[in-house]
Nanobody, 123 residues
Framework: QAKLVESGGGLVQAGGSLRLSCAAS????????MGWFRRAPGEEREFLGA????????DYADSVKGRFTISRDNSKNTVFVQMNNLKPEDTAIYYC????????????????WGQGTQVTVSS
């Protein structure tokens, strides 16, 4: 059973930064594109960005382009998202997910999901 575990969430002031990690196990990590999504209270799940299997290509939503950077270390089965210049509207639960397709922004095309990590940005 594939497992994805996010970490690195927390409370940060507006303008600050956080780096989230997502560790994968029980799947061939390098065969999957990895995506990041978030869900704010009362909102739909939102695609943030994705990175291709070898990590050479990325795709970002306009809402985070220029502020968020996704990277991966296939030797450690881990994907990261560096989040800079955080805003209160970035407050949400952040999820990583694995897909055999890149690029895709469609949630149902992601086969495996983590449990999420809370990010709270105070004003």
């Amino acid at each position: 059973q594939a497992k994805l575990v996010e970490s690195g969430g927390g409370l940060v002031q507006a303008g600050g930064s956080l780096r989230l990690s997502c560790a994968a196990s029980e799947l061939t990590f390098s065969h999957y594109a990895m995506g990041w999504f978030r869900r704010a209270p009362g909102e739909e799940r939102e695609f943030l960005g994705a990175i291709s299997e070898p990590g050479f290509a990325t795709d970002y939503a306009d809402s985070v382009k220029g502020r968020f950077t996704i990277s991966r270390d296939n030797s450690k089965n881990t994907v990261f998202v560096q989040m800079n210049n955080l805003k209160p509207e970035d407050t949400a639960i952040y999820y990583c997910a694995a897909s055999p397709i890149f690029p895709t922004r469609i949630a149902f095309q992601y086969a495996h999901w983590g449990q999420g990590t809370q990010v709270t940005v105070s004003s």
